[in-house]
């Protein structure tokens, strides 16, 4: 085998180890963007909206959503708006101010997301209210609160959730996630969930 040939015979496997590696590195980035793509923000009670219909300065408002998912637009009248995007909201709005305008235009911007709070109580660290700027599991609503006390029962954290008047409980057993197991217990919270460490 000529020098030339034995050059060729390496060459070629490493050409395509180096294609294969570069295909499994983009693969692996395009996996990355579904898995960090989140999903546009459900509003909630206590949220403040800035609503705008263009050309119509009359229409422009501030606005918190209500206790019971709600808020009162001029000509629009009383919308739900909790547990939709921003743009259902628009939509909503714009199909209501048809009646009364051509072609509106609807923009609905958050302003604060206040409504969009959880409670961590009992055997924290710090136990209160936090908002959530982010999507929050209960692993890390836990080390928003200071993380557990030494008397905290860890395996025996629940998560209260209200929804459509009902109520709902997740259990979460810390030493289990902390140690890489029973992950789908490490739910992502919702506005209003309550953590209670034990």
Known sequence: MSP??????????????FLALSMMLLLALCGQSRV???EPYR???GDKLEISVWQEENLKTETVILPDGTISFPLAGVVAAAGKTTDEVAALLTERLTQFISDPEVNVRVQTIEGNIIYVTGEVAHPGSFVMNRPTDVMQAIGLAGGLTPFAKKNDVVVLRRAGG?????????????NGENLETNILLQGGDTVVVP
Request: charge should be positive; aromatic fraction near 16%; avoid cysteine.
């Open 4 to 17: 030339n040939s034995l050059n060729q015979v390496v060459y070629v496997p490493a050409k395509r180890s």
């Open 36 to 38: 960090f793509a989140e």
């Open 43 to 45: 509003l909630n009670p």
């Open 166 to 178: 009902a109520r709902k409980t997740f259990n979460f057993e810390y030493d289990d996630v902390k």
